[in-house]
């Protein structure tokens, strides 16, 4: 009776529902079954998002909006092969506890929460869907340790309806390097030279790409992906993630 009325996926949905009530992502407080945006209102209330003014290149905001959108002391003097950066949110508590608890302990419930917040972000959807959506590729083993590529799920949890375009079999990372964390910026480019190769180049001449990572921290390993990227032909090369750190800093 129950089935004919609502459906296995309802049914199951329910049945996880009850087995497994929603948590807040980052303090895991309970929060109401049928909640779809997991952060509890004490945690949504400190998401910081992204806003304007921002570097008109990396996307780092700028405290006062005196100046406006300019670029900022970095990116006068970096030279970086994408062309824009852009952020949903400050990688900072809660989103820095929830992306841990989506990447380390694989609490899958956080995509449709990230997927939420990229649709509630007008700004950042202006230019969107690019010709080609390229996750940020972990090396073979890394993935088998993880059994994911947080930067796949992510992509497909911002562009639902461009399937087609989200290619994760183009750009591949072909050597393991180290993780960045912790490493000085030299050391952190050094990590990352020659990590990754294009694949299918005929796709990519005269294509745009956006490149979707989890966090902008340096910006040192989306830089190197888009730097291959464009030795293959790319016209430009934008990245995408869904946090990013307040200061670059080296
Ligand atoms: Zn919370
Ligand atoms: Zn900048």
Known sequence: MVLMKTGLPELINALKALCFPPV???????????????????????????????????????????????????????????????????????????????????????????????????????????????????????LRERGFNQALLLAQAFFPLHRPRIRPDILMRTRATTPQTGLSGDDRRRNVRKAFEVRERQHLAGKTVLLVDDVFTTGTTVNECAKVLRQAGCLEVRVLTLARVREMGE
């Open 24 to 142: 807040c992502l980052a303090c895991k407080l309970a929060l109401p079954a049928r909640r779809e945006f997991l952060f509890c209102a004490a945690c949504a209330e400190r998401i910081e998002t992204i806003v304007e003014p921002l570097c008109t290149c990396c996307g780092r905001p700028f405290p006062s909006a005196a100046g406006g959108n300019h670029l900022c002391s970095l990116c006068l003097t970096n030279i970086w092969h994408f062309s824009q950066a852009r952020a949903l949110i400050l990688y900072e508590d809660p989103v820095r506890q929830a992306i841990h608890s989506f990447k380390y302990s694989g609490k899958m419930a956080a995509l449709h929460t990230f997927g939420l917040l990229y649709q509630a972000n007008q700004r950042i959807q202006k230019d969107h869907p690019p010709d080609l959506i390229l996750p940020v590729p972990l090396h073979g083993k890394r």
